[in-house]
């Protein structure tokens, strides 16, 4: 738990410090727009990613159980992972907007 | 008048490939529910900016379900060959949103709230699906 308090409070320093030390303030800000972009894509696909594939493994072993059963878990599965995909597009858009327009 | 478009739409949907009637309603209410909305906000709010962003949000997020039921479909259907066309049509789809999704964004800067509901139309059709079947275990 200390050593995870450490890593981020180390990358959160490691993440401004160019912020601090720049001259320019459009630099900067763009600079700091760009690495949270990068960070939040990065954090949304990754647990993303993550939650799918335990959608669908779970949805595998029950398959591969109840073979039967595919047709109902066909739909689940789809809805499930419909949810989550739309949580990083949503993500991907808020991104593209921090990015581009604010 | 439902039924009629159901019947016309049926005939299609099994031609790409949806075997399964579950599968079929639930893209089929996709279909609906994103070109419903999107025509009745168009013509109401006479084609405007925002109007046009909830469409393109719309047609974004069909397109994006239609490849996820299909790429589910295949996975459960097919025994053998399958893994690779599922990972084309998964890098492809995910490329092209993106692309997209940019060029929306960052080059036609689009009203994003609009394009952000056009988006929810999934969201809108997956809760509704989920709480039909819901209502229909407990009954």
């Known amino acids: 738990m200390k050593i995870t308090k450490v890593l981020f409070t180390t990358m959160a320093m490691l993440l401004v410090a160019s912020v601090a030390f720049a001259a320019d303030g459009d630099t900067a800000l763009m600079s700091a727009k760009a690495y949270a972009t990068a960070l939040g894509m990065g954090l949304a696909a990754g647990l993303c990613g993550i939650a799918q594939g335990m959608g669908v493994k779970g949805a595998c072993e029950g398959i591969a159980r109840n073979p039967e059963a595919a047709g109902q878990l066909s739909t689940t599965l789809i809805l499930g992972l419909a949810f989550i995909e739309s949580l990083a597009i949503y993500a991907l858009v808020v991104n593209l907007i921090l990015l581009f327009v604010v | ?139």
């Open chain 2, 1 to 139: 008048m439902l039924e009629m478009i159901n019947q016309r739409v049926e005939p299609l949907l099994v031609k790409s490939g949806f075997d399964r009637p579950d599968v079929r309603i639930l893209v089929r209410n996709q279909i609906y529910v994103s070109l419903g909305s999107s025509l009745v906000i168009v013509l109401v709010t006479l084609a405007s900016r925002w109007s046009l962003a909830f469409a393109a949000g719309a047609v974004l997020a069909l397109v994006n379900f239609w490849a996820l039921a299909r790429v589910v479909e295949m996975l459960i259907r097919t025994q053998g060959g399958g893994p690779r066309s599922l990972f084309v049509i998964f890098m492809v789809k995910m490329a092209l949103s993106g692309l997209a999704l940019y060029w929306l964004i960052g080059v036609e800067r689009v009203p994003h709230w609009g394009l952000i509901a056009g988006l929810g139309t999934v969201v809108v059709n997956v809760a509704a699906t989920g709480l039909v079947q819901v209502g229909r275990k407990k009954a």
